[in-house]
């Protein structure tokens, strides 16, 4: 082909600079936008990695709440139960000390002998001296009325070791006043025990229905001595159906009335009736139940020695706490 003119060319020329021109602009708008993709991806795998680790913290967070939570949980219900045993302790300390009050003042009022006759209060503690029998005889729960009806006057007897002591303590209130009656373990001449046939009514021999409180004597014997020829009856009405039935032995009821083996019928109202011997048995009911209640008291104290201290739910509530704000404030 024939030579192109040379304008030509320098205009193609210009074309062609002009579209380098144009793609090395096209080049730079696109090596800059790779660039700021690079950056934004960059940034997004930051926030991603940011956003991942503090998910998993917050599933950390959430998993140890629950375990703190049911922690806590555990110790509220230990230290309810601690509360309910430390306000049964208060309250069983509380009774052992009215209990050992009232304990002191009966053992007080009976070391006295004040309700004793004077003879018998003088003599109860001399060498040879066993007892006065009011504070021997210790009748079944129930039957302290009976009992001491059934006694009577022999409720102030003195039981000695021997005559030799009966006739010292004699001696002793010739010179200082007052008077008693011994009975000597080596004088006891008690009756046969009485045999009565099973009626209705009948509680038993009242010699069968008490004990001695000093182990070491002839409890039977001593006890058929004093009250041997008497048995005790429910009510009045048995015992008078007995006595129609041919019984002969002395009969004493629950309300003490008493029907003499010559048939003399006593009965009433009796002032202080029975109180004799229910001082006694009060005094012992409370020494039993200060030793149930130390008993108690020692098993609440060991069991509360097994838990933990009062600031260990504090310290635990304190632990929920910080780990509820920690997650509050980490919310991905």
């Known amino acids: 082909p024939p030579p192109r003119p040379l304008e030509d060319l320098r205009t193609q020329l210009r074309h062609l600079k002009a579209e380098e021109a144009r793609l090395l602009a096209a080049k730079k708008r696109h090596e800059e936008a790779f660039r700021r993709y690079l950056t934004e991806t960059a940034r997004y795998e930051e926030r991603l990695k940011a956003y991942q680790e503090a998910l998993a913290e917050r599933t950390r967070l959430e998993?140890?709440?629950?375990?703190?939570?049911?922690?806590?949980?555990?110790?509220e219900g230990k230290m309810a139960e601690r509360?309910?045993?430390?306000?049964r302790l208060a309250e069983l300390r509380a009774q052992a000390q009215g209990a050992l009050r009232e304990a002191e003042r009966l053992r007080r009022l009976l070391e006295a002998g004040s309700d004793l006759h004077?003879?018998?209060?003088?003599?109860?503690?001399?060498?040879?001296v066993l007892g006065v029998v009011a504070d021997l005889v210790q009748p079944e729960a129930g039957l302290e009325l009976a009992l001491e009806v059934a006694l009577g006057p022999r409720l102030q007897w003195v039981l000695t070791q021997d005559e030799e002591a009966a006739k010292a303590a004699i001696?002793?209130?010739?010179?200082?006043?007052?008077?008693?009656?011994?009975?000597?373990?080596?004088?006891?001449s008690p009756p046969p025990p009485p045999s009565p046939?099973?009626?209705?009514?009948?509680?038993g021999p009242a010699f069968r229905l008490a004990r001695l409180r000093q182990s070491g004597l002839p409890e039977e014997k001593i006890l058929l001595a004093l009250l041997?020829?008497?048995?005790?009856?429910?009510?009045?009405?048995?015992?008078?159906?007995?006595?129609?039935?041919s019984g002969r032995e002395r009969v004493v009821t629950l309300e003490g009335e008493v029907l003499e083996r010559l048939g003399a019928l006593s009965g009433g109202r009796l002032k202080g009736g029975g109180e004799t011997l229910l001082l006694r048995r009060r005094l012992g009911d409370l020494e039993t139940e200060q030793e149930q209640l130390a008993r108690e008291i020692k098993a609440l104290e060991e069991a509360l020695a097994s838990f933990l201290p009062h600031r260990r739910l504090e310290e635990a509530r304190a632990q929920?706490?910080?780990?509820?704000?920690?997650?509050r404030s980490r919310s991905p």
């Open 83 to 87: 509360k309910r045993l430390e306000t």
């Open 197 to 203: 046939p099973p009626v209705p009514g009948l509680l």
């Open 63 to 75: 998993e140890e709440l629950a375990q703190r939570l049911e922690e806590l949980r555990d110790l």
């Open 171 to 188: 001696a002793l209130l010739k010179r200082e006043g007052g008077r008693a009656t011994f009975l000597p373990l080596t004088l006891l």
């Open 228 to 245: 041997g020829d008497t048995l005790i009856f429910a009510d009045l009405d048995a015992a008078l159906a007995y006595r129609r039935a």
């Open 320 to 327: 929920v706490g910080a780990l509820q704000a920690r997650l």
């Open 118 to 128: 004077e003879g018998p209060r003088k003599v109860r503690k001399l060498p040879g």
